[in-house]
């Protein structure tokens, strides 16, 4: 029996060098925005595609986070949250949601007053 024969495309030795930055073809050059026009206002950290988003309050997105991961917790325990709960939720800080989520994970069950 014998071998099948492998057929391999030919290597380069000398790939083809990149154009510089100002010589790049336009056709194949990546988007980019026009510079705005001369007075205009730039535009605010909320609509730039990137970038870290502004927060209005230190430690504001921890809070939310906290406020989502209780209620989760609470959703995977069947534990249904009255309108009162809800609104406590809002109120709380960091310290007292991290209390909350902690205990909630230890005893299974919504803290009685």
């Not at 990149?18 to 988007?31: G, H, R, V």
């Amino acid at each position: 029996m014998q071998a099948p024969e492998i057929l391999a495309a030919p290597i380069d030795p000398a790939p083809t060098p990149l154009p510089a930055p100002d010589q790049a073809d336009p056709a194949t050059a990546p988007a980019t925005a026009p510079p705005p026009p001369p007075g205009a206002t730039p535009p605010s950290p909320s609509t730039q595609a990137s970038g870290p988003r502004p927060r209005t309050a230190p430690g504001e997105g921890r809070d939310e986070g906290l406020q989502q991961a209780v209620q989760d917790v609470c959703d995977v325990l069947a534990l249904a949250l009255s309108p009162e709960d809800e609104a406590a939720l809002v109120e709380m800080d960091g310290t007292a949601l991290a209390t909350l989520l902690d205990r909630l994970k230890r005893e299974r069950r919504w803290p009685l007053p």
